[in-house]
């Protein structure tokens, strides 16, 4: 059973940084596509930024410019750089990765304080 392990939440105050990391347990090569999704208190999942592994990539408007997904083949690992960050930025943030099927991870906190 494949497995994703998210790190790197937190609590951080508005214009912030963090750096969520998402490990794969098994080689990353083998998915197509490695996402990051957010879960808000009282709120629907939403998309926040995918990388394909063509190196197609790309980001939900309200975090353009402010958050960057890459990743690191030799690591296993995708990341979410997070900048400027925004208390509407707080949420649980899952990792998703797909090939014939999808995976998600168990969610990592970020919480920013204004």
């Known amino acids: 059973q494949e497995q994703l392990v998210e790190s790197g939440g937190g609590l951080v105050q508005a214009g912030g940084s963090l750096r969520l990391s998402c490990e794969t347990s098994?080689?990353?090569?083998?998915?197509?596509?490695m996402g990051w999704y957010r879960q808000a208190p009282g709120k629907q999942r939403e998309f926040v930024a995918y990388i394909y592994n063509y190196g197609d990539i790309g980001y939900a408007e309200s975090v353009k410019g402010r958050f960057t997904i890459s990743r690191d083949n030799a690591k296993n690992t995708v990341y979410l750089q997070m900048n400027s960050l925004k208390p509407e930025d707080t949420a649980v943030y899952y990792c998703?990765?797909?090939?014939?099927?999808?995976?998600w991870g168990q969610g990592t906190q970020v919480t920013v304080s204004s």
């Open positions: 098994s080689s990353i090569v083998t998915f197509n596509l």
């Open positions: 998703r990765a797909v090939r014939a099927t999808e995976f």
